[in-house]
């Protein structure tokens, strides 16, 4: 197995068809590795608390922010996700001329959710990133298993008026505005010249390690970068796919685009083999801070065979309507994660929906006809849920309590449709 990762997309106003911003991802991973989806309420917390990340501890915030995270069931972070403020991120895996062996430390995943959970609003979610990576560094084995994974992280971050890439390398870091327009990430370095905001030390860093000679332009991905990999390259074949894919809807990109490129596997977006496309997340963000946001999560692999099911942030959500059904089984102390040496074994993590659909998925390959059939379902389903987010995108939210429950009531109507296959 070849490890590769994810691809990441946002769209602005004048690119969308509607004042408002689409964000996309793909979370590529193991292919055995089980994606779950998860609601944590905003919380306050007392002075000289600590919070348990994948691997180390950490000072924790006076308050966090409610946030609905994709996750990879065995770790803390998440691969993406959105906070009540309508903030998104995701994270890419990008390989340069810094080591990412090193000792354990914040995953980027961790990053994710840390800076969903403490920033409220995307430039924000930059700067706590940033300084987490200056106190406590990235590092650690992204991969649950014995063999050692590890990489450094970009992220594309959204909220209601802007985008930032954010790309990292050991603790130096760039980072770019994009107040209009598109963008798509994959698993390379991409902020060449123009650079809004950067570690103090990036650039004589550079040139101490003599990547760069302090004279010519300073050019982030060209310093930062390696020559070239098999890995880049293909990463780099997706970027251009996802690029041309969303330059073919520009103007008029919609959630059903950016769900429509997701399960693009043409492109290698839509990731199959030994490294799959294991979730997969798509928001819509209205300019208008009067209107809600709408994140579309599908707590399953291949989108091609998936739901996307509709989660809005309202009050009065609580844990009787948190989303069990895409909840993994918790080990605590127990789990091989959390002992070392870690990853001596790996024990069953496989959430409801996750198992339903891969029953489900099994019929599709052996019967080509029931196949067809249950993925009309599935679309009928997805596309009457869309129906009326449009309305609520459109006209707002008129009675809160009544989509408390909106998550997991389109989880149980996804699994109703299995049940008849």
Request: glycine share 6%.
């Amino acid at each position: 197995m070849h490890p590769s990762s994810c691809d990441t997309f946002v769209a602005l106003p004048p690119s969308t068809e509607r004042q408002c911003i689409i964000f996309g991802k793909n979370s590529d991973r193991p292919c055995d590795e089980v994606q779950e989806v998860v609601y944590f309420p905003a919380r306050d917390f007392d002075a000289g608390e600590k919070v348990e990340c994948t691997y180390i501890e950490i000072e924790q915030v006076a308050h966090t922010y409610a946030v609905m995270l994709s996750k990879p069931a065995w770790l803390w972070g998440a691969e993406m996700g959105a906070n009540e403020h309508q903030v998104c991120i995701g994270n890419e895996a990008v390989w340069g001329r810094e080591s990412a062996d090193g000792d354990e430390a914040l995953l980027g995943m961790d990053l994710v959710r840390l800076g969903l959970e403490r920033a409220d609003t995307a430039e924000k979610a930059v700067d706590v990133i940033t300084e987490l990576l200056k106190k406590y560094g990235q590092g650690g084995s992204c991969m649950e298993d014995q063999g050692s994974f590890t990489y450094h992280n970009s992220f594309l971050i959204s909220d209601r008026k802007e985008a930032w890439l954010l790309e990292t390398s050991g603790k130096h870091w760039a980072a770019v505005r994009m107040a209009a327009g598109y963008r798509n990430i994959s698993n390379e370095y991409s902020i060449k010249t123009k650079i809004d905001k950067e570690h103090p030390e990036l650039r004589t860093y550079a040139q101490s390690k003599g990547w760069w000679d302090g004279k010519t332009q300073f050019n982030f991905s060209t310093v930062y970068s390696f020559t070239t990999t098999a890995r880049i390259e293909a990463a780099g074949s997706r970027y251009c796919e996802g690029k041309k894919l969303l330059k073919k809807s520009n103007g008029h990109i919609t959630a059903e685009t950016m769900m429509d490129i997701l399960r693009d596997k043409d492109s290698g977006i839509n990731m199959e083999g030994m490294f799959m496309t294991t979730g997969s997340m798509v928001s819509v963000i209205p300019t208008d801070p009067s209107l809600p946001g709408v994140h579309y999560f599908t707590a399953t692999p291949d989108p091609e065979r998936s739901v996307f099911k509709p989660f809005i942030f309202v009050k009065n959500i609580n844990a009787i309507n948190l989303p069990k059904e895409t909840t993994s089984p918790s080990y605590g102390a127990d789990d091989p994660v959390k002992k070392k040496p870690r990853f001596q074994s790996k024990p069953d993590r496989k959430h409801e929906l996750f198992v339903k659909h891969e029953l489900v998925v099994a019929i599709m390959e052996s019967f080509k006809d029931r196949g067809k059939k249950i993925t009309e379902n599935m679309r009928r389903l997805e596309k009457e849920k869309m129906t009326k987010m449009e309305e609520i995108l459109s006209h707002g939210i008129k009675e809160p309590d009544l989509l408390v429950n909106l998550f997991p009531s389109c989880v149980q109507e996804e699994m109703a449709v299995y049940g008849k296959s």
